[in-house]
């Protein structure tokens, strides 16, 4: 509909105005699709959470580590294993059919790093991957870091550190 | 039972987001950020910290934990440093997520072509 709202000749008149267009859309579009999908996203989403917890639990009694340390040895397992599948191909599915339950977790942020390296590295690995693969976790990177520096100076302010 | 826990709070997290992303226009790039921000926001008064003692993995599992991480850090620095800490600090705790996921995504990049 946006290629549509920018021709400006519409001769023939089967082009539609553009409120139009999304009211038919929104009475066609199926309801029970939207409940399917948060219950999707809900089971997928929560057996990250559940492997994320395991991973803790097996560094801290293998490996012998304290939690904080196992926390990031289990996330840097998860961006591991989100990159690989997305670079032998089948975590798109994945995401095509979890959608939320698979880009909230931190595997969406190492799936969108590798896919935009993989599917730029054809223009060159300086104009074209080093230019592109931040370009959907850069904004998750820039609004954490302004967001976490204003908060956290709130923080000193109200609670004094600590 | 805290594997109950982190499945409940993982799977609520990312059910907000699938709901958000049917039901508006928000695309999941507006969707991720919005929750790094809520996570730093929630972590103002140390809430995010007593859901993460409760909740274990699954609350840093999901990319609000990315907020909570980047202003805890920032508070570790500003506890040695003062202000200036709180930017000496800041990426402490992400670094080695950020870092493994740029250099994982290039090593993969290398061996691997786009599939359609």
Redesign the interface.
Known sequence: MYIFSKIENNKNGDIMEKKLYQKLVMEHRPDEKRGQNAVIAFLIGGTVGVIGELLIEFYSYYLELSRADASIFMIITLIFLASLCTALGFFDKWVKFAKCGLIIPITGFAHSMTSAAIEYKKEGFVTGLGANMFKLAGTVILYGVVSAYIFGFIRLIVMGGA | M??IY??????????I???I???TKLT??H???L???IG??L???NIYDKIVTYV????????T???HL??HG??VG??QSG?IG??MG?FD?TA???T???F???I??L?????D
Not at chain 2, 6 to 15: N, Q, R, V
Not at chain 2, 56 to 63: Q, R
Request: proline share 4%.
């Open positions: 805290i594997y982190s499945f409940l709070f993982a799977g609520f997290i990312s059910m987001g699938q709901l992303l049917d039901n999941p790039g969707i991720t950020s929750f790094v921000i730093s926001a972590d103002i008064f274990g993995g699954g609350a840093l599992v999901p990319i934990s990315f907020g980047l202003i920032g508070m500003a506890s202000f709180l930017a800041m705790l080695s997520g950020i493994s996921a740029i994982f995504s290039f993969f990049s061996f691997f072509r786009p599939k």
